[in-house]
């Protein structure tokens, strides 16, 4: 049997050590498009500079167990009818497919001018924000950053980047245009009024109901007739799923996300599954949220399941804990524990940073974790 992950981020990693038992005439591939894994929820951190790029990686291969082959290759194209997958260099087929491929940013349809604004779903994106942001600092009379959306991660960006601009002794203005009537609406009233008194001490100008409208690669419009000369624009609205073409029908949530079986399968094909971001795991009504957690726990269960599907045994279905989630912002925090007990403040900020460095790739990155949080 060959077996195909598309991914090596939490899920895919996760998968790779459960299909690490399977011997004999079985082959194994993982495929990612980059060297490395990236521990994204530290990427505003990376982007502001408070965190090194390195601090928040690792290559894969030296965190693959033995016998799962390694192929850095950027896959373009999956077509489940026939079977395989195509990546820039090759077509290989398989029996066993399972897409952790994660998310990429969603414009929505928006296409102006992309190539001058800024993303941060990758690595490679944070580290372009922190090289240009200083850059765009030091010759901008009256620096402006401009996010579209007010989701956590423009709320985290924006307060990096302010932190950078303190730190370079520069006044800098910022806005965030969000298109919705309200604000991270998955979140308590005394939750909101604390984000919203972090906002007006941060001086962040957020603009509900309002959205990009223009962008020329270096002016904005607003819908609402707001113009801003000169802005580095960051856009901050939203992640659909990553891989660019598929070919096959299978049931899709609008961010692209597969909706899975309770075994974590694409029920449309036999021997396909997806884990992680890429899939859409049924959960009391809705569809979970996308958080490392879940990608490493249904990883590791999609991984068990299809080595229990070549072995004929009954699969298991995939039953998600959540421990919680943090928003960490730069001198205090929002957050959920254990279901329902809240948390905030530098509490919060340290959980956040020692759950980054528990769930990081090696041990030297998990220190460098351990130590912040300390410091916070
Ligand atoms: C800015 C930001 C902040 C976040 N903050 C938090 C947080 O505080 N807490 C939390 O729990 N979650 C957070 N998340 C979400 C969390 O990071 C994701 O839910 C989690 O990483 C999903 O894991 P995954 O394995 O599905 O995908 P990923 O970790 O994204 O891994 C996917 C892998 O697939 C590879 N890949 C993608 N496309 C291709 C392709 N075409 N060909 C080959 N390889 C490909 C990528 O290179 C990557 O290595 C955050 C995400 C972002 C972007």
């Not at 990693?13 to 993982?30: C, E, I």
């Not at 624009?233 to 598929?246: D, E, L, V």
Request: net charge positive; hydrophobic share 40%.
């Amino acid at each position: 049997m060959v077996i195909i992950i598309l991914g090596g981020g939490f899920a895919g990693l996760a998968a790779a050590r459960k299909l690490a038992v399977l011997q004999g005439n079985h082959q194994v591939f993982l495929f990612d498009k980059n060297s490395y894994s990236t521990m994204l929820p530290s990427l505003p951190d990376a982007a502001g500079g408070r965190m090194p790029p390195q601090f928040l990686k690792e290559e894969i291969a030296r965190l693959l167990p033995e016998g799962i082959e390694f192929k850095n290759e950027n896959v373009c194209l999956v077509d489940l009818e026939n079977r395989f997958i195509k990546t820039e260099k090759n077509q290989y087929c398989f029996d066993y497919l399972l897409f952790a491929a994660g998310s990429t940013s969603n414009f929505y349809g928006f296409n102006q001018s992309l190539e001058r604004l800024y993303t941060l779903t990758t690595l490679t994106e944070a580290e372009r924000i922190r090289e240009d942001f200083a850059g765009y600092l030091y010759r901008a009379p009256h620096p402006h950053l401009v996010l579209s959306g007010a989701g956590y991660t423009a709320l985290e960006l924006a307060g990096n980047l302010s932190f950078a601009a303190q730190k370079s002794q520069k006044t800098l203005r910022i806005t965030l245009a969000e298109r919705a009537p309200d604000f991270l609406p998955f979140l308590s009233s005394s939750q909101k009024e604390r984000i919203r008194r972090y906002i007006k001490r941060m001086k962040f100008d957020l603009k509900l109901n309002d959205f990009i409208e223009v962008f020329d690669g270096r002016n904005v419009r607003l819908h609402s007739g707001a113009e801003f000369e000169d802005v580095f624009f960051c856009w901050t609205a939203g992640t659909k799923f990553a891989i660019p073409q598929i070919i096959g029908k299978m049931d899709l949530l609008a961010d692209g996300r597969i909706v899975v079986d309770e075994c974590l399968r694409a029920p449309q094909y036999d021997g396909v599954f997806a884990a992680g971001d890429s899939a859409a795991m049924a959960c009391g009504g809705g569809y979970l949220r996308k958080a490392v957690n879940f990608a490493i726990y249904s990883g590791a269960r999609a991984g068990d399941n299809i080595v229990r599907s070549i072995r004929s045994k009954r699969l298991k279905p995939f039953r998600a804990v959540d421990l919680g989630w943090v928003i960490p912002l730069i001198d205090d925090s929002v957050g959920v524990v254990f279901g329902k007990i809240p948390v905030c403040g530098r509490l919060g900020l340290r959980m956040h940073y020692f759950m980054c460095g528990y769930r990081n790739f090696n041990w030297t990155n998990r220190r460098r974790f351990f130590q912040f949080s300390l410091t916070l």
